[in-house]
């Protein structure tokens, strides 16, 4: 699918090329397959659920204020209820005494609905191997995108917010009861370790911690 | 020579009321037999010249698993520790009491002091000590479904040492149904002469309660006649944990306990790690945390200063006072490396030096920063729907605050000039020019009043250290210094012995209890830390300024209106891991 943007206050007349028919109607008919378009909307409009658990909530909270703004990606818009949020953050440590809440809560939020786990606690336990934390949410919710870091950068949790708006975008899903499959198409993802392995190994200038 | 506490309660109660114990730490220790603690504590509330009035600290010892004897004899299975502090004495007092037996019981001291009452539910929570004539024993962290308590030596530490963690939907439903609340339990009336009461659930997952809080209402129309705030969400075994790690790998937890407040939490660790060890730390370093502590210090302010304005309407201040937050972060992140959790402090000094350039960076903040906080003061602070949300709102006077053991901007908001950097200058604190800010109302307002001016004078604080940065080492050359400075390690086999064991085991920290209190930047925050002579620590107890404060909700939102509580939560300043840990 192809798409651009004019300026505000442009005249919509105002296009390039020599006006002709044939012009103006590239620039403004769009074909696509619904299925694309509704994947193009859902990817663009992200409504994370307000919820964090912890430490990494903080992180999460400053990736939606300006140094780092998250409107950018569509993905500003905080909900307070469950049954208005697409994705669910978890942000932070899973504690054994909230797991039954977020469960609910997940079951709450409407199809479709996706995961991040933020920072080491909700992918693995992270640092606390410990009596009152489950070791990883993906114990009982299934997990779209993983962030790393304890505390993830705001940025490293955007990464992610991105990497789940590629995959959403290019994910098949029933447009009816009626029509095809009824199963969920999701696009292979490669592993981002594989992924980055080799412009990684490139790097071997590394600033010392003696300077800023 | 005036005669000391000891002294007093041994002159009242008999000589055989009073064991005098050394503690590394200087705070006066005695042990008394556990038929006259209670008496004790009441005459040292009220009866006695300069009185203790504020019960600072409540916790228990399982004692059963000293790999050494202690005093050539191992005479109790739990201890009982009451810390007290008198305001008139400038004084800590430790009273500790011996339990037998497998599940010992004790006398409550809730009719004393009100405020015991969480404490000793954490108590039996985590130790299955039970409390005579408490009002309300329930456990308060761990779930109610929870088998054994964690705290006991013999409860397994690690998750995965308990089995695979399985959430079928009957354990949720089963768990659902325990968290159901009952007014009936906790004695309150679903009607009244004229009305029925509405309960209202808010939390655990509330945009209003900043981190997994829970807190039900019972309402009459919009006013609140009671509240009951329901803890534990956030609870981490933060103590549990540093039973297992070593003295040196659990600074990174402290970064997490009050996790706004970065090194400040690594300060009252170590400073207690080192009374124990009697490692004295370089001036350089002494400089160089406090610089790092006043800095998180504004950050922490700063989260607060944001979302209390966000908490009452006010959507703009937050992303003004984040960016802001950044600025301060670019300066930490170019020091530690790292932005919330930097860990950066060691036994004996900080990571590493300071980096070149960190002084410009420093510099431009404190040329910058005034000016901000005085367009905040227009923007919040002299905003009218601010003031008439917050004037008034969340009344505590002077006593009960003391009563409560409420610490930190909450109590100098009471009129009373008490800041622990100044009256019980620990760390180096003493060679800075600060001001106390006080306000006098006792009110969600004069609550943001002073912590306000706490970010000025921190930055007062900054200034001075930028200018009188001394020159010298950053860590000690005390053996127990960890890592040990590396350049020893080649001249002699005594120092390179002592790197080896340090780096590899950890060091051993002498026997021994310390604990130095703090001024975090929520109120008194401190470690109580008992050595066997190990490389872990045989019990740490955390006292964190939000626990006594969210103690306190249903006593200061009484009467007001729902709206006022966001307002009363929001001036109150907390941090889940710091009321959980
Ligand atoms: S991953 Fe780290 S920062 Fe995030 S919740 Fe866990 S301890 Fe806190």
């Given at each position: ?212 | ?539 740490t107890h955390i006292r964190t300024p939000s626990f006594p404060h969210m103690q306190m909700i249903p006593l200061i939102s009484k009467g007001y209106t729902v709206a006022d509580l966001l307002s009363i939560l929001g001036g109150m300043d907390y941090v889940l891991a710091d009321i959980d840990r």
């Amino acid at each position: 699918m192809k798409w651009w943007l004019t300026k505000a206050g442009d005249p919509t007349g105002k296009v390039a090329g020599n006006t002709s028919m044939e012009d103006v109607v590239q620039q403004s008919v769009l074909f696509s397959s619904v299925e694309r378009l509704l994947g193009w909307g859902r990817k663009n409009s992200m409504w994370p659920f307000h919820f964090g658990l912890s430490c990494c909530f903080v992180e999460m909270a400053t990736a939606m204020t300006p140094k780092y703004d998250l409107a950018r990606f569509g993905a500003e818009v905080i909900r307070g209820t469950p049954r208005e949020a697409d994705v669910m953050i978890i942000a932070g440590t899973v504690f054994i005494k909230m797991a039954p809440v977020i469960q609910r809560l997940h079951e709450q939020m409407m199809e479709p609905r996706w995961v991040i786990s933020m920072g080491s606690c909700a992918n693995s336990g992270g640092m606390y191997d410990i009596y009152s934390v489950v070791q990883g949410v993906d114990k009982f919710l299934p997990v779209d995108v993983y962030v790393p870091g304890c505390p993830p950068r705001p940025d490293a949790f955007m990464q992610g917010l991105l990497l789940l708006q590629d995959s959403v975008g290019k994910e098949q899903r029933p447009l009816s009861w009626v029509i095809g499959d009824h199963g969920v198409i999701r696009p292979e993802m490669p592993s981002q370790r594989e992924r980055l392995h080799d412009h990684r190994q490139q790097m071997t200038q590394f600033k010392t911690p003696d300077e800023i | 020579m005036p005669i000391t506490v000891t002294e007093e309660i041994s002159a009242r109660f008999g000589e055989d009321a009073v064991i005098t114990l050394l503690t590394r730490d200087e705070t006066p220790t005695i042990r008394t037999p556990r038929e006259k603690v209670v008496a004790i504590l009441q005459y040292l509330k009220s009866d006695i010249n300069m009185p203790f009035r504020m019960l600072y600290d409540l916790t228990a010892i399982d004692e059963r698993a000293y790999k050494k004897e202690q005093n050539g004899h191992k005479p109790y299975d739990f201890t009982l520790v009451y810390t007290l502090f008198s305001f008139e004495r400038n004084e800590f007092l430790r009273l500790k009491t011996g339990l037998h037996g497998e599940f010992p019981t004790h006398d409550t001291i809730t009719h004393i002091w009100p405020a015991a009452n969480w404490y000793e539910r954490e108590v039996y929570d985590m130790f299955g000590i039970r409390f005579n004539g408490h009002p309300h024993l329930q456990r308060i962290l761990m779930p109610r479904t929870w088998e054994g308590y964690p705290l006991r030596k013999e409860h397994p530490a690690r998750a995965t040492e308990m089995g695979p963690f399985k959430l079928f939907d009957d354990k949720v439903d089963r768990e659902q149904h325990a968290m159901q609340f009952r007014p009936e339990e906790w004695g309150l009336k679903r009607h009244s002469e004229d009305a029925d009461f509405m309960f209202l659930n808010i939390g655990p997952q509330h945009p209003g309660t900043h981190g997994v809080l829970r807190i039900i209402l019972q309402l009459d129309g919009e006013n609140i006649i009671d509240a009951v705030p329901d803890i534990g969400f956030h609870h981490r075994g933060a103590e549990k944990m540093a039973e297992r790690q070593s003295w040196h790998t659990y600074i990174p937890y402290t970064d997490r306990i009050d996790y706004l407040g970065g090194v400040n939490n690594n300060l009252a660790y170590l400073l207690a790690v080192e009374k124990l060890g009697g490692i004295d730390v370089p001036l350089r370093a002494q400089v160089i945390r406090i610089m790092l502590c006043e800095l998180f210090r504004i950050a922490s302010h700063l989260v607060w200063y944001g979302t209390f304005a966000q908490d009452l309407g006010q959507l703009s201040p937050v992303f003004y006072m984040f960016t802001d937050r950044e600025r301060v972060f670019e300066i930490i992140e170019a020091i530690c490396g790292g932005r919330m959790h930097p860990n950066w402090f060691r036994i004996g000094g900080v990571a590493q030096d300071l980096p070149k350039g960190w002084d410009t960076l420093v510099k431009n903040f404190i040329d910058y920063f005034p000016r901000k906080l005085r367009e905040y003061d227009k923007m919040v602070m002299k905003n009218y729907l601010f003031k008439v949300r917050t004037k008034g709102i969340g009344i505590y006077t002077l006593e009960e605050a003391i009563e409560w053991g409420v610490t930190g901007p909450g109590l100098r908001a009471c009129g009373l000039e008490w800041d622990m950097r100044k009256k019980r200058p620990y760390g180096g604190y003493e060679n800075f020019a600060f001001e106390i800010p006080v306000a006098h109302n006792g009110d969600c307002y004069d609550r943001a009043v002073v912590r306000v001016e706490e970010m000025r004078q921190s930055l007062r604080i900054v200034q001075q250290c930028l200018e009188y940065m001394p020159a010298g080492d950053f860590k000690s050359h005390h053996p127990l210094a960890t890592p040990p400075v590396k350049q020893h390690t080649m001249h002699d086999i005594e120092t390179l012995i002592h790197h080896f064991l340090n780096v590899s085991w950890g060091p051993v920290i002498p026997p021994g209890e310390a604990m130095v209190c703090t001024e975090a930047t929520k109120g008194w925050n401190s470690y109580y830390l008992i050595s066997d002579g190990n490389t872990a620590s045989y019990r740490t107890h955390i006292r964190t300024p939000s626990f006594p404060h969210m103690q306190m909700i249903p006593l200061i939102s009484k009467g007001y209106t729902v709206a006022d509580l966001l307002s009363i939560l929001g001036g109150m300043d907390y941090v889940l891991a710091d009321i959980d840990r």
